[in-house]
């Protein structure tokens, strides 16, 4: 168990709806980080908050957005849903706003778009 | 921005062989090197890292060396079980506040019992 939690495990849903993720970062941890995996494109980066402040950008699709709570749990919400948002989506955290560190990844929400 | 590249995507090795998982980096400002492995269905887990005041690092059957002038580092299991089987994820970055982990497609490897 890495201690990060996501929330939810799998989720079927149809195009054009729009669902949220959710992310709790390990005790202590005030980096969240999201990742989108695809059978054929690997782990993509897509956004990284740190203390509540966006703090770097990957290939996010402008239907996607993010945030991080003073709690410091964290939200992906994905709208527009399209047949190839279909993925796994994780969530990692790290203790720290700057890479090089170790970062811990989430058991991921399964997301199928229909 | 930084394109880290791993080949070949399969690799497939007898049980108690050696396997090498190469990588390759494109940004020579980067310096932390880590290495994940993803089983089936499960979230990817840190395996081993290096970082590039080092040359090479190992921990029990594992060791990752990195060539910085080359811009490569490889992965060596050693004594390989059925267990490594798995997708194995190279990735670099720089340090500080604003790089990203920029991880490669992934190596599926398959060890044969």
């Known amino acids: 168990d890495s201690g990060v939690t996501q929330t939810p495990k799998h989720l079927i849903t149809a195009t054009g709806q729009r669902v949220t993720l959710r992310c709790s970062p390990r005790s202590g941890d005030l980096s969240v980080y999201w990742y989108q995996q695809s059978l054929d494109q690997g782990l993509q980066f897509l956004i990284q908050?740190?203390?509540?402040?966006?703090?770097a950008k990957g290939n996010i699709l402008e239907r996607f957005s993010a945030q991080q709570f003073p709690d410091l749990h964290s939200e992906l919400n994905l709208s527009s849903l399209e047949l190839g948002d279909s993925a796994l989506y994780f969530c990692?955290?790290?203790?720290?706003?700057?890479?090089?560190?170790?970062?811990?990844f989430g058991e991921g929400s399964w997301l199928t778009v229909v | 921005g930084e394109n880290v590249e791993q080949h070949p995507s399969t690799l497939s090795v007898q049980e108690g062989d050696s396997a090498v998982i190469k990588c390759t980096y494109s940004?020579?400002?980067?310096?932390?090197f880590p290495w994940y492995k993803q089983e089936l269905g499960k979230r990817p887990q840190l395996i081993i890292d290096?970082?590039?005041?080092?040359g090479e690092k190992k921990d029990q059957r594992i060791a990752v060396t990195l060539n910085k002038t080359a811009k490569h580092f490889s992965l060596h299991i050693t004594e390989t079980q059925p267990e490594d089987s798995a997708v194995y994820f190279c990735a670099a970055s720089k340090t500080g506040a604003n790089s990203k982990l920029t991880f490669g497609k992934g190596i599926t490897l398959s060890v044969r019992p």
């Open positions: 908050y740190y203390n509540g402040e966006e703090r």
């Open positions: 990692a955290s790290s203790d720290t706003g700057g890479s090089g560190n170790t970062i811990y």
């Open positions: 290096i970082r590039s005041n080092v």
């Open positions: 940004d020579s400002a980067s310096n932390y």
